[in-house]
């Protein structure tokens, strides 16, 4: 449990810390990948570090893929440059892949499935704490210690969990597996994924859409993705099993399950900017201003789950959350340099409640279309897709964020003092820019609300695709455990 809290935490801890990193460190074009880099290498690693643990054991397995996280979680704290931040991130998501993989196995083991009922309570319960404690907690350390404390304090809570699982964790008929690991697979779509996130990072900022440079990387990104179809086909043990596609329920909550967590990612890493230079917050204030997201996030996935375990229907969750979460984004932008506080925060439970919609439904229609022996790889399946449409679209998002941010500057100061102020020289913490002349003050707030309304915008169009992406769903009910998949 300590493992999963872990994983769930670190996702959310680094968001209200953003502004101050960056300004600290520098690089703004490079803000989005401080999170890109960290749910990239997640996503790639989760399913290889399930079949070394099939291979190798559970335990030694999970007890290493924590010590891998803190290694990583150290080094970022300890980062001088953006370049060096993002890196150590990259290590942190390498270990933090099998925080949460390894631990469901562990618990698979250890708990008997009749009382698999109270795991999953004691799971939704951490949930709440992580995802609500994270912002809270980054902001808090930024505010009283260091940014750099929001890496540090991962260590304690994993040398507890290595110590408890080292001690008093004993796990019985768990012999080595023959499982074979396809790393041709992972290697295809770490390339894949990682061309077609740097496309979306670079394009229309730092190079043309029409460059070289973009184009090369759209050709590699098509054809490490067409020859990874290819290769999970024919795999003994592949990835991603394409068997599990020939569900259309499944395959429509896949493409869900993208669409949401490019969403969601995109608001948590670029609200925080908005609440902290426009509003002047600090970043432990900005992390309670995310509280209506979370928890209109929260008790909707919390209700929705009830209401469909009571009466077994769920078509119309996706289409709600889809229609909820567009109405959701498009009520944030006219947010301002003169919005009350207040206002700005309460807005952001509507897109929070969008998301928890489409969040439950997605797993469960995802885990109702798979067969038992698949339940393991459909339920990697889902979070693997979430992670790497959040890794897209940070990515994407963050482009578009860069881009209207300096050309808002532009506009308003001229293009060499925009260069001045968003370059990775020019080092610009919400706290220094209290500091600045007026005029330089408004037009950085003016082009950082400006930078929020394309991110907005995009992610508006992105939970559009989404809602009309559910109607596809079809009403298929839910199966017990001895029936097969719908």
């Known amino acids: 449990m ?27 074009e490079q803000l989005s990948w401080v999170v890109t880099a960290y749910l990239l290498t997640t996503a790639v690693a989760t399913p290889i570090w399930g079949k070394l643990g099939d291979l190798y054991g559970r335990k030694g397995t999970f007890m ?27 290590v942190q998501g390498l270990g933090a892949g099998g925080l949460m993989v390894g631990a469901l196995a562990i618990i698979g083991v250890l708990v008997p499935p009749r009382e698999s009922g109270r795991m999953q309570s004691m799971i939704g319960a951490m949930m709440p704490v992580a995802f609500i404690g994270g912002p809270l907690l980054g902001g808090f350390l930024t505010d009283h210690l260091s940014w750099r404390w929001a890496f540090y304090v991962n260590v304690p809570i994993g040398v507890v969990a290595l110590v408890i699982v080292g001690v008093g964790v004993r796990l019985s008929g768990t012999g080595r597996s023959r ?13 894949a994924i990682l061309a077609l996130t740097l496309m979306a990072s670079w394009g229309g900022v730092r190079y043309g859409w029409g460059s070289p440079r973009i184009l090369g990387l759209a050709a590699v990104g098509v054809a490490a993705s067409a020859w990874f179809v290819r290769v999970e086909r024919r795999a003994a043990e592949p990835v991603i099993p394409p068997r599990l596609f020939r569900s259309r329920n ?12 490019g ?4 608001a948590t890493s670029y609200l925080p900017q908005y609440m902290q230079f426009v509003q002047a917050l600090s970043p432990t204030a900005s992390g309670l201003l995310l ?9 909707v996935q919390l209700g929705t789950g009830a209401l469909i375990g009571r009466n077994g229907r769920y078509r119309r969750y996706p289409i709600l959350g889809g229609a909820v979460l567009t109405v959701g984004l498009l009520i944030l932008l006219p947010l301002g340099t003169d919005t009350a ?24 229609i995802t885990v109702n279309s798979a067969e038992p022996r698949d339940m393991g790889a459909a339920s990697g399946t889902v979070t693997l897709l979430r992670t790497l449409g959040g890794s897209l679209g940070v990515a994407l998002l963050g482009a578009v964020f860069t881009g209207r941010l300096r050309s808002g500057l532009a506009d308003r100061v001229g293009e060499g003092a925009a260069r001045r102020l968003t370059a990775g020289a020019g080092q610009l913490t919400p ?7 007026g005029p330089v003050r408004s037009a950085y707030r003016a082009a950082v609300t400006s930078g929020l309304h394309g991110v907005l915008l995009g992610a508006a169009v992105l939970a559009v695709l989404g809602f009309g992406v559910a109607w596809f769903v079809r009403e298929v009910p839910l199966r017990s455990a001895e029936e097969p998949a719908g």
């Not at 499944?250 to 967590?261: E, R």
């Open 179 to 191: 499982a074979r690991i396809d790393y041709l697979g992972v290697v295809l779509l770490s390339v």
């Open 291 to 299: 509280l209506p997201l979370m928890f209109g996030m929260l008790g």
């Open 263 to 266: 969403v969601m990612l995109g």
């Open 2 to 28: 300590l493992g999963m809290f872990l994983a769930m935490v670190d996702g959310m801890i680094v968001g209200t810390a953003l502004p101050t990193v960056v300004g600290e460190l520098g690089g703004l």
């Open 250 to 261: 499944f395959t429509v909550a896949q493409i869900l399950s993208f669409l949401t967590g």
């Open 431 to 437: 706290e220094m820019l209290g500091t600045m002349t």
């Open 64 to 90: 290493a893929a924590i010590a891998l996280f803190l290694a990583g979680s150290m080094l970022a704290g300890l980062a001088q440059d953006m370049g060096q931040l993002i890196a150590f991130r990259a």
């Open 341 to 364: 506080v207040a206002l700005a925060s309460a807005l952001t439970a509507v897109a929070g409640m969008g998301i928890g919609f489409l969040m439950q439904s997605t797993m469960i």
